[in-house]
């Protein structure tokens, strides 16, 4: 299912470790649903270059729960645009 970023972000998680928070929203037979995406990182500088690859107004592939579709998730696997954390291609 194809969602579009609203807001990205880093913030501090557990441990003081950066966390990439993305916020998305998409539509399912004319419901609308809002999401959220955390991923943790060890260097604030691969956090942030997460960040900037999912801007707001990005495109996101989620998938969502069959039984009920307001429950998403988001893997990097799915997502059409290579991501390049710390030289490293996820």
Same mark, same amino acid.
């Given at each position: 299912?194809?969602?579009?970023?609203?807001?990205?972000?880093?913030?501090? $998680?557990?441990?003081?470790?950066?966390? +990439? =928070?993305?916020?998305?929203?998409?539509?399912?037979? #004319?419901?609308?649903? @809002?999401?959220?995406?955390?991923? $943790?990182?060890?260097?604030?500088?691969? +956090? =942030?270059?997460?960040?900037?690859?999912?801007?707001? #107004?990005?495109?996101? @592939?989620?998938?969502?729960?069959?039984?009920?579709?307001?429950?998403?998730?988001?893997?990097?696997?799915?997502?059409?645009?290579?991501?390049?954390?710390?030289?490293?291609?996820?």
């Amino acid at each position: 299912m194809k969602a579009t970023v609203t807001k990205a972000f880093c913030s501090t $998680g557990a441990f003081a470790c950066p966390v +990439a =928070e993305v916020h998305y929203e998409y539509s399912v037979a #004319g419901q609308h649903y @809002t999401g959220k995406h955390e991923r $943790g990182f060890i260097w604030s500088s691969s +956090a =942030e270059q997460y960040v900037r690859q999912l801007a707001p #107004g990005a495109n996101l @592939t989620v998938r969502l729960n069959p039984e009920d579709q307001a429950i998403s998730t988001v893997l990097d696997r799915d997502q059409i645009l290579p991501y390049t954390v710390d030289k490293h291609t996820l």
